[in-house]
């Protein structure tokens, strides 16, 4: 049939003549009218960047580079100086270059070490692991027969205060090797290992929070930005019977990714909630259940200390970003000293070797804490310990513009006539370094900063803080404030000596809208509510766990009648009544049971929270034990999980009752 039904709009675009089109020349589509549709700026860019011909793209000739000396002390000149900007406005920036540059003037390594730090940078990360409690002595011995070997050639190291092995050959070289070589038997390895859960990777930057924290066994943690989950993950590992983990994101999507990310764990997440909140509006955890024990307080930053792995860094990072971040990330930290328990203690880290993410947001911390929160000693010698080499904090800072020119406070900056207004109003007094000589920059040496070159690891930045007393609440000066929040209202009338830090906001909170968007999303989906059992739900459940009913773990968990059912092992009732108070169901249908801690328990707070306090996003919470297909209600349905089955061989073994905290049948 001919296309003449067809109206002329849905008529498709005529191909472009490419035979006879000088390969230079965009190639426009034209409609069948007359009327031309221009590219989109993002189109041209992008036909700009295949052609090479993008200004970032470009290699800076010879004759037009500076010597580093001859580039610093053309920067070194205050923001009263008249001479030109060196990087005008323009669509390009050479963020490369302009990286580079930035840090040199910020002095981030000392002069003689900036070309190894530089090509560090460039370098892809090593191999790094750690093992889990659940690896076999088989397995591991089996990987550190060559591990041993490498270690002895300086091609390996042991990571002693985490269990783990840090590799000096990186995952490209592990991905080319030749079946038979050293390289593919320890690839093969790693990679069997990470599926039965026997190791993690992880880089030696990350497992550097967990390491100061020094968790105990009965702590209650929480991890105020959680997703991906691998310093949660190293925390579970920690705790014992008695602990919890709270890990929190501010995304639905990144909180359903922990969720997965930690199914490995097995009946170690019995003790994990995952909450959904920004974090700079956290709520407080149920009446009852007391303050943070410890806070992991790893902020979103920029993340250029992640140019090994992620080397795109360089093309879109600008001085705008550190700019931008820093209120948010002062923000979620003034949460976290508000959640922390006194005694307690919180570690703040970023990825990013910026000091206005890093020694800045510590000192305004300090200063507004008033005494109530104490920067701790010892991180710089435990990150040396753990990565091989670390560096102290700044005492001091530049503060430079988007053109780089350095200004000396933010009085001078708002009224420099070459300063956009729009400019300045992105900059903030705590972005300044504290007084020399002052209490406050005394102490930034403590914290510790992880530099590639030293530590064969990315860039990273960590400072140990300790609270040893109740925040005012109302402190002095008082804090700017742009609104009130419905949740410091509510935190007002908790009753908590600390209370005033409701929101935690520098009233600067325009500018950290991740948080908020982020409570936004969260609100659209409800929580999760988690009931005790009811009679004739614990009646089907039980005997699933007995081990020799239908859902055994001999018998594929089908709940199916074809198997020869063993034995049902006596079991005394008061093993079954602990149990039972530790299995709670999740939602009013009961198609998922869960096994959570007691502390867990408490904070999921089973669907109620306590008058005038905010109930905990609770997105997931506990270890699936049991399912039920969809809309089925007989017993048959029911069959048991991987965690399940792993649950019946623990109650089933010596000993295995007692370490999850029940009572032993004995």
């Known amino acids: 049939m001919p296309p003449s039904w067809r109206s002329s709009r849905h008529a498709p675009y005529p191909e472009p003549d490419l035979d006879n089109t000088d390969p230079n020349e965009e190639v426009a589509l034209q409609s069948p009218s007359t009327r031309r549709h221009h590219r989109s700026k993002t189109v041209r860019r992008a036909a700009k960047r295949q052609r090479g011909e993008l200004a970032s793209q470009r290699e800076v000739p010879a004759e037009e580079q500076q010597p580093s000396n001859a580039l610093a002390e053309a920067h070194a000149t205050t923001a009263g100086g008249s001479r030109e900007s060196l990087w005008p406005d323009c669509d390009a920036w050479r963020a490369k270059a302009m990286f580079e540059t930035y840090y040199k003037l910020q002095r981030i390594v000392a002069k003689e070490e900036w070309p190894a730090f530089r090509d560090a940078l460039h370098t892809p990360l090593p191999v790094t692991f750690r093992f889990t409690r659940d690896v076999t002595a088989i397995f591991r011995a089996e990987g550190e027969r060559v591990l041993t070997r490498w270690a002895g050639s300086g091609m390996a190291r042991r990571l002693e205060l985490v269990d783990g092995w840090q590799l000096h050959v990186d995952k490209h070289a592990l991905r080319a090797a030749f079946e038979g070589t050293d390289e593919h038997v320890v690839r093969e390895w790693l990679v069997r290992g990470t599926d039965d859960g026997s190791l993690i990777r992880q880089e030696v930057a990350s497992m550097l929070p967990a390491v100061l924290l020094d968790v105990p066994e009965d702590a209650c943690v929480l991890d105020m930005c959680a997703s991906p989950g691998s310093k949660t993950t190293q925390v579970l590992e920690k705790l014992g019977p008695r602990g919890v983990v709270v890990a929190n994101d501010f995304s639905p999507l990144r909180s359903y990714t922990l969720v997965r990310r930690t199914a490995s764990l097995g009946m170690r ?92 947001v510590v000192a ?264 039920r297909k969809r809309g089925a209600a007989d017993r048959k349905a029911w069959r048991l999980t991987p965690v399940g089955k792993q649950l019946v061989r623990a109650l089933a073994s010596p000993g295995g009752a007692s370490a999850l905290g029940l009572p032993s049948s004995s």
């Open 364 to 627: 305004e911390l300090l200063r507004r804490c008033d005494g109530a929160i104490e920067l701790l000693d010892g991180a710089v010698e435990t990150a040396a310990k753990l990565a091989g080499g670390a560096a102290c904090g700044k005492e001091a800072w530049p503060v430079l513009d988007f053109r780089l020119w350095r200004h000396d406070n933010h009085a001078a900056m708002r009224v420099h006539s070459l300063v956009p207004p729009h400019e300045a109003r992105l900059y903030k007094p705590s972005m300044w370094p504290p007084p020399a000589g002052s209490a406050i920059a005394a102490q930034l040496h403590r914290c510790a900063r992880l530099v590639p070159h030293r530590s064969d690891s990315g860039g990273f930045f960590v400072a140990l803080l300790k609270k040893v007393r109740p925040l005012r609440r109302h402190p002095q000066p008082a804090w700017p404030r742009r609104h009130a929040t419905a949740s410091a209202a509510a935190d007002d009338d908790d009753g908590s000596d600390d209370g005033s830090d409701g929101d935690a906001s520098d009233g600067d909170g325009g500018d950290g809208g991740d948080g908020g968007d982020g409570h936004a999303t969260a609100s659209a989906r409800q929580p999760q509510v988690y009931a005790p059992l009811p009679p004739e739900l614990t009646s089907k459940v039980l005997p699933l766990l007995s081990g020799g009913s239908r859902g055994d773990a001999g018998d594929g968990g089908d709940g199916g009648s074809g198997g020869k059912r063993a034995k049902k092992p006596k079991r005394a009732g008061k093993l079954d009544a602990a149990l039972e108070a530790r299995l709670f169901a999740r939602s009013s249908s009961g198609g998922r049971v869960v096994l959570l801690s007691p502390e867990a328990a408490r904070l999921s707070g089973g669907g109620q929270a306590a008058k005038g306090t905010r109930r905990l996003h609770v997105v997931h919470a506990g270890a699936t034990i049991c399912r």
């Open 269 to 360: 997440a019995a003790a994990m909630v995952v909450t959904c909140h920004g974090a700079q509006k956290m709520p407080r955890p149920p009446r009852g259940c007391g303050g943070y024990d410890r806070i992991v307080c790893d902020v979103p930053c920029t993340g250029d200390g992640t140019t090994r792995k992620h080397p795109e860094v360089f093309q879109r990072w600008e001085p705008a970003m550190a700019v931008r971040h820093h209120p948010m990330q002062l923000q979620i930290a003034m949460r976290g000293a508000a959640l922390l328990e006194v005694g307690g203690v919180m570690c703040y880290s970023t990825c990013s070797l910026n000091p206005i993410e890093n020694e800045a």
